[in-house]
């Protein structure tokens, strides 16, 4: 157990001075959601029809678009993964006299270390932009470790993939192909009772879905009611994707 702790945080450490020497990623990335709620936000508040519970529609909308940037960063991550299979480092990884368990999941959380970095970035945006949060600094620190975690799990999503397609151009694709129907068919930008009923089937198995209704509760709304089947359902999540990724991991390098 403790050689398993010493590898997670070394990986996490990793990442933070990765981010120290080159941030250029964070900035690039932070231009699409900043554009979501600079001019998609706004339109959709004239129209009026999507029912926001008396919230402004662009705070609405702000959880989700903060949970999608840093999902977006989180599914990418196995792109990092192929980088480091070409560089030896992985190799490297396997044999360090850890489980390899713990190389995933350090792996898987490093992107979470990302997604801070992100958030940290945004919200100041967004406040600009005009988005109120909720002035509570025990709420801001609770959505940040829920986005940290949920973001673990979508990284060991993309190293499970990885492990299967193990070339940049596939793992790009099918980022795309992952990332865009989880935010679509989540409550990001409108509550789950509008959607078509297959779709509401599918949100009910959607991740994404129960990390915004948590962070939109701890952020913008103040609602907590379902918080506990949220946080449930991020576990689950997490541990699933952790252990398929664990077990799938050494066929990147095969």
């Known amino acids: 157990m403790g050689d398993s702790l010493r590898m997670i945080l070394a990986m996490i450490e990793l990442e ?14 932070a231009v699409q959601p900043v554009l979501w709620l600079m001019i998609y936000g706004p339109i959709m508040s004239s ?3 999507i029912p926001t519970g008396g919230i402004p529609y662009t705070d609405y909308i702000a959880p989700g678009i903060l949970v999608q940037s840093t999902t977006f960063v989180s ?8 980088w480091e299979r070409e560089s030896g480092i992985l190799k490297k990884l396997l044999v360090a006299p850890a489980p390899r368990y713990a ?15 992100q958030i940290l970035l945004i919200i100041p945006l967004a406040l600009l932009l005009g988005v109120k949060f909720i002035p509570n600094p025990a ?16 990284a060991a999503t993309s190293i499970l993939v990885t492990s299967f397609l193990k070339t940049r151009e596939r793992v790009m694709g099918m980022g ?22 297959i779709l509401q089937y599918f949100a009910l198995v959607n991740p994404m879905s129960y990390v915004v209704d948590a962070v939109r ?10 918080l506990g089947m949220d946080l449930a359902a991020i576990a689950i999540f997490d541990a699933a994707m952790f252990a398929a990724a664990s077990i799938s991991f050494r066929k990147i390098i095969e």
């Open 139 to 154: 709420y801001f620190i609770s959505a940040i470790l829920i986005i940290f975690f949920a973001s673990g799990g979508f």
């Open 16 to 29: 933070v001075r990765r981010l120290r020497h080159d941030r250029t990623e964070l900035y690039t990335r």
């Open 103 to 117: 190389t995933v999941i350090g792996r898987s959380m490093a992107s979470g270390v990302r997604a801070i970095f």
């Open 176 to 197: 795309q192909a992952i990332i865009f129907p989880l935010f679509f068919a989540s409550n990001a930008l409108y509550p789950v009772k509008m959607m078509p009923p």
């Open 47 to 49: 129209v009026k029809a």
């Open 75 to 82: 599914v990418f991550f196995g792109l990092t993964i192929v």
């Open 217 to 226: 509760g701890f952020l913008v709304s103040g609602d907590l009611s379902g």
